[in-house]
């Protein structure tokens, strides 16, 4: 498969640019900022790379580190912002810093609409983000566009295909930055076979490769990666595929019957393990955030290990995506996953192969697949619900009572999230239940209750979060209910706190 390489110079936009790329039909991935020639050359189907931009100066000392002899790459290189300054500077050229900064939407004045930015106009709006700026080219470059602050705003080298843009053409505010970037996707003759019904097809291929004649175990969390995981697994291997979602008496309202009909008819060996008992029995008496997590994690791994070799499973498949794999730091392709995503992790003595179909895939590339993959559409926009559920949303002991009043105020949040039409705004919308009591009137008599908390989150990434600013009525009729419908809540607050310093979860 052909691809493009962006490389990673700390700009907000990085990821953006490999988005943008797929976008375009050819696969793209991201890598450290010192990805060396050698190491560009030796990588299979590699037809272009993007140097992004980044918040340091050329002159820096502190600015990322990058291979002197990137541009032997032997493919095409655009440089985008910092990296159009980087590739000047190494060639020769001269980077200066800028008399005023340009922020926000400049007008393009283009000179040469030969290559990059053909069929761009003369004149264009594009997104910028800098105050150095390129003031004079390396031998054999020549000018392609400027404007007011940037008399060399765009640059191309024919011979050596070498291109350079000051602007983000991978902002939508950018009016044609689709238009250049497919143009340089057609310099760099790069094929667009990064389709969604291709990349099913490769890994439906790649799955049935790599588990041969044996067989596979699946944890069903009921959320979009696992799931999507697992119809893909059963389109290659079928029902030697054995898809395990436990009950752990955590879960959301309605969970099982949800599951059961989301995956009972289709053609895998899906397997329903009732185990609220286990887990109430091993958190009794237990208060301390990471122990529940411990000993949450560790029963699920104890379940999938039984139901494992009661089946001869081999492979371990996860629902790991690519941004789990950023998260966790990835760095030459070292596949190290954030424990936080694993339940707990997996212990270091497992036998199971672990296998991740969805590694290279996005977040929205995931649900595109999950969509022509027909699963249902509430699985695909579902809230993300954490691994140990319930246990960390209920602060201090973890008991069946307590879980049940937590799980029905989430889910009285949850319907009134869908019914004010919000619910797929929101990165999460639940209720955590506190181990204190606060005095309230109800009917004619004093109680002494717990309260719950509402978060309701916006996040993009789940690295950082904000509070929503829901609508005062929709809290209202979220706490009416609560103190409403369930008898042991006599208070409902909200959480105003963004991450950092909070962490969505409480616990
Ligand atoms: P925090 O609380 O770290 O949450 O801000 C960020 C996102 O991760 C989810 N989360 C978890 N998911 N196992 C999971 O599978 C976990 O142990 C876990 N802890 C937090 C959380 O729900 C949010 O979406």
Known sequence: MDKITVLDFGGQYCH????????LGVYCEVLPSDTSAAELKAMDGLRGVILSGGAASVYDESSPAYSPDILEAGVPILGICYGH????????GRVSGGKVGEYGLTSLKVKDSRGLLAGVGVKSDVWMNHRDIVAKLPAGYRVLASTRHSPIAAYANDKSRIFGVQFHPEVTHTAKGMRMLGNFVRLCKAKSDWTMKDVIGKSVEEARETIGAGKAIIGLSG??????????????IGERLTAVYVDTGLMRHGETEFMEKAFGGRKMDFRVVRAADRFFAALKGVEEPERKRKIIGALFIE???????????????????YSDRIESGI?????????HHNVGGLPKDMKLKVYEPLRDLYKDEVRAMARQLRLPDAIITRHV?????????????????????????GRIVEEELRKAGVYEKYWMGFAVLLPVKSVGIQGDSRTY??????RIIESKDAMTANFSKVPYQILEAISTRITNEIQEVNRVVYDITNKPPATMEWE
């Open 85 to 92: 300054q980087l590739l000047a500077h190494i060639g020769g």
């Open 16 to 23: 953006l640019i490999s988005r943008r790329v797929r976008e």
């Open 385 to 409: 619900f954490p691994g140990p559920g319930l246990g960390i949303r209920i602060l201090g002991e973890v008991t069946p009572e307590k879980a049940e009043i937590c799980r029905q105020a």
């Open 331 to 339: 760095t030459r392709h070292s596949d190290n996953i954030k424990s």
């Open 449 to 454: 209750k717990c309260p719950v908390v509402i």
């Open 303 to 321: 379940i999938f290990d039984e139901a494992a070799s009661e089946v001869g499973a081999e492979y371990l498949v996860q629902g790991t995506i």
């Open 223 to 236: 959320g979009v990666d696992s799931s999507t995981a697992a119809v893909l697994l059963s389109r290659a």
